[in-house]
């Protein structure tokens, strides 16, 4: 089982960015943390992150027949992207959103979600645990 995890802008930057919003931990800790729970399910797991939406949507675009699962927190393109839901939704993969902080507790722009659109489920606010979660759903999900 292939799963692809897509994490959108500035997601680079955990450890540095609003530390008090996002926490400490960075980047590749959260990608070590999600590679440790992928193993422990017997997922194959893989990694893109992009600041760019057209780089996003082409990453979705070739994981067409490819992946079995996406998991994906897009960042702030959550709030706008259109196009990122139109591509999720043009792959047909089983996909999941997760959030590190609770978007529907934060500004009321954080509010709407376009990405829960083209998702099976959502994990929000629930740090990297959400990551672990996802893995979970998309085992569950492929496995029925
Ligand atoms: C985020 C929430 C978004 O509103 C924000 O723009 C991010 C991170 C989160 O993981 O909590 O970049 O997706």
Do not use: W
């Given at each position: 089982?292939?799963?692809?995890?897509?994490?959108?802008?500035?997601?680079?930057?955990?450890?540095?960015?609003?530390?008090?919003?996002?926490?400490?931990?960075?980047?590749?800790?959260?990608?070590?943390?999600?590679?440790?729970?992928?193993?422990?399910?017997?997922?194959?797991?893989?990694?893109?992150?992009?600041?760019?939406?057209?780089?996003?949507?082409?990453?979705?675009?070739?994981?067409?027949?490819?992946?079995?699962?996406?998991?994906?927190?897009?960042?702030?393109?959550?709030?706008?992207?259109?196009?990122?839901?139109?591509?999720?939704?043009?792959?047909?993969?089983?996909?999941?959103?997760?959030?590190?902080?609770?978007?529907?507790?934060?500004?009321?722009?954080?509010?709407?979600?376009?990405?829960?659109?083209?998702?099976?489920?959502?994990?929000?606010?629930?740090?990297?645990e959400g990551y672990k979660k996802a893995?979970?759903?998309?085992?569950?999900?492929?496995?029925?």
């Amino acid at each position: 089982m292939k799963v692809l995890i897509i994490n959108g802008p500035n997601l680079n930057l955990l450890g540095l960015r609003q530390p008090e919003v996002y926490g400490k931990l960075t980047y590749n800790d959260l990608l070590s943390y999600c590679q440790k729970e992928a193993d422990k399910l017997g997922i194959e797991v893989n990694f893109f992150q992009s600041n760019h939406e057209g780089a996003i949507i082409d990453v979705i675009q070739d994981s067409y027949n490819k992946v079995d699962g996406i998991i994906i927190n897009a960042g702030a393109y959550t709030h706008y992207s259109i196009a990122i839901m139109d591509a999720l939704k043009s792959v047909n993969i089983p996909t999941i959103e997760v959030h590190l902080s609770d978007i529907y507790k934060r500004e009321e722009y954080r509010h709407i979600s376009y990405i829960k659109e083209a998702s099976i489920a959502s994990f929000v606010g629930l740090g990297f645990e959400g990551y672990k979660k996802a893995l979970i759903k998309i085992k569950e999900n492929i496995g029925k």
